[in-house]
C-alpha cells in the first residue's frame, strides 16, 4: 500500500496542460515535476532560474522527507542541473515547490511549459540526538581521514 502525500494544485491549468506528477512505470522512484510556467524561458550559459511546479505538499509524517533530484538526461545532455543540486522537503513544508535550475554548459537552453525539470522522492527519516563524548570507543581504519583519503582511482 502506498503512502498518502497531500498534494495541493496552485495553476488552473492543471489537468489541462499539466497533469499530477505520477510513477512513470511500476519500478520508477522518482515522479518527475514540470515547469508550470506562462511562457517559455531561455535559460542562459552560467545563469539560474526558479521555477514553479505548481505545487506544493503536505507530507505530515516526520518520518517521511521529500527529496528534489536532477533529471539525468537533462544533465548530461544539456548541462542543466539543480543550482542546490538536491532540494529537500521537510514535513511541516506546506509552500510552493519551485525548482532552482542552473545551465552550467556554454549554450542556451529553452524551458518550455510543461516540460519535465526534475523528479520528486519519498524517503524515511530517522531524526537523532547528539550524545556528547570526549573520545570514540571504537576507532575505525579510516579514523579522521577525510577527502580524498583513499585515492584518484
Request: hydrophobic content about 40%; charged content about 25%; overall charge positive.
Amino acid at each position: 500500500m502506498k503512502k498518502k502525500v497531500n498534494i495541493r494544485i496552485l495553476d488552473k491549468r492543471f489537468g489541462k496542460e499539466f497533469f499530477l506528477p505520477k510513477y512513470f512505470t511500476d519500478g520508477s522512484s522518482g515522479m518527475d515535476l514540470r515547469a508550470c510556467i506562462d511562457k517559455e524561458i531561455n535559460l542562459n550559459p552560467n545563469e539560474t532560474v526558479l521555477i514553479s511546479t505548481g505545487v506544493s505538499i503536505d507530507i505530515s509524517d516526520q518520518k517521511i522527507s521529500g527529496l528534489i533530484l536532477p533529471r539525468s538526461g537533462l544533465s548530461h545532455k544539456y548541462g542543466i542541473i539543480l543550482s542546490n543540486t538536491i532540494g529537500l522537503i521537510d514535513s511541516d513544508y506546506q509552500g510552493p515547490i519551485m525548482i532552482s535550475m542552473l545551465n552550467r554548459s556554454n549554450k542556451n537552453f529553452l524551458i518550455s511549459i510543461g516540460d519535465r525539470i526534475a523528479q520528486i522522492i519519498f524517503v524515511p527519516l530517522i531524526q537523532i540526538e547528539w550524545n556528547i563524548v570526549n573520545k570514540f570507543v571504537k576507532i575505525t581504519n579510516r579514523k579522521d581521514m577525510g577527502f580524498g583519503h583513499s585515492g584518484k582511482n
